[in-house]
């Protein structure tokens, strides 16, 4: 075991994804100390060095107990990456990937005999509400029905799974805007080519969140002992597609002048595209409510950070 700086070790899976790698630094930064459950320990290595201990997981197995022991709190950020063409084969493994491995945790959670750790934090997707158009979408909100909406709902059962044992936070993310990873940086090259434009009609709602906000909204959750249940973790102003792209490319000093229709959308990603193309106003109404303050509220002051 590494020595503790703080007495406060997290334990994370997905730590290597787009997300994890910014997560695990500013928790090391924190003072805590990290144990990474990894399917390739060389791969971390070469991410993180002092403060992260490796244990090697495949995501489905049984977890022995001695994996939580001095373990104050986890965070769940396993899947498999949404961002690529949807083939039949992919859809399973997405949804493998999300559900098998949270339960996997939540048993083995409550297996535990003796002291647990505090804090259970999930993650989940605004995906869950699938295309609701106009309406503006509550952690009250009905789930949708389309694949991505269904993928959340089993994987939002895993977790509650562990809600007996321990504080069960599941936060359900919007498109995180990370120049490095996901959404964004995909969409960069096209417009640093002169080739930026909409999805779709570009009328959809997007739930985006900056990923200095999700870190922080983590941290929240470990730290605030009346944090419990589901919350959006978007930002508090949801923007249309359009404007998002017209916004890069105001930013890059780069035309927006594309409109890829849905057609053939499905011919570059498969069933990606319709969940590109869903509609999700979601409004993170619990996390305003319980004190949780975004530091990018606005969409201009997150693509003035990620691409200045």
């Keep these: 075991m590494n020595e503790e ?19 695990v630094p ?38 022995p107990g001695e994996v939580f022991a001095g373990i104050s709190g986890v965070i769940n950020l396993a ?6 063409r949807w083939t039949a084969a992919y859809r399973q493994e997405i949804l493998r990937s999300r559900v098998a491995t949270t339960y996997a945790l939540s048993r083995a959670l409550c297996r535990l005999e003796g002291q647990r750790p505090a804090v259970f934090v999930s993650v989940s997707a605004t995906g869950y509400y699938g295309d609701k158009g106009e309406q503006v979408c509550t952690e009250n909100t009905p789930p ?3 694949f991505l909406a269904q993928v959340c ?18 936060a359900r993310l919007g498109i995180v805007l990370d120049r490095e990873s996901g959404f964004l940086a995909r969409l960069l090259p096209s417009f640093r080519a002169f080739a930026g434009g909409v999805l779709g009609s570009g009328a959809q709602w997007v739930p985006w969140v900056h990923w200095q906000d999700v870190v922080g909204f983590f941290l929240w ?11 959006n973790v978007a930002a508090p102003e949801p923007v249309r597609l359009r404007q998002m792209c017209q916004m890069i490319g105001q930013q890059l000093r780069r035309p927006c002048w594309l409109s890829i229709p ?29 004190g949780f303050r975004f530091r990018f509220s606005t969409l201009s002051e997150a693509l003035q950070y990620e691409l200045q």
């Design 5 to 23: 700086r703080n007495g406060l070790r997290v334990l994370v899976t997905g730590g290597t994804g787009g997300i994890g790698r910014r997560l």
């Design 26 to 63: 500013v928790l090391l930064r924190y003072g805590y100390s990290i144990r990474l459950l990894v399917r390739s320990p060389l791969k971390a290595t070469q991410l993180f060095l002092e403060g992260v201990e490796l244990v090697p997981w495949r995501g489905e197995q049984e977890l």
């Design 153 to 170: 709902q089993q994987w939002e059962v895993a977790a509650w799974e562990a809600a007996p044992c321990v504080r069960l936070v599941i």
């Design 79 to 84: 899947g498999a990456p949404i961002a690529r």
């Design 144 to 146: 949708g029905d389309d």
């Design 262 to 290: 849905v057609v053939a959308l499905r011919l570059l990603y498969g069933g990606l595209a319709d969940a590109l193309c869903a509609s999700q106003r979601a409004i993170p109404e619990r996390a305003l409510r319980e």
């Design 221 to 231: 959750a470990l730290q605030t002992p009346t944090a419990q249940g589901v919350y």
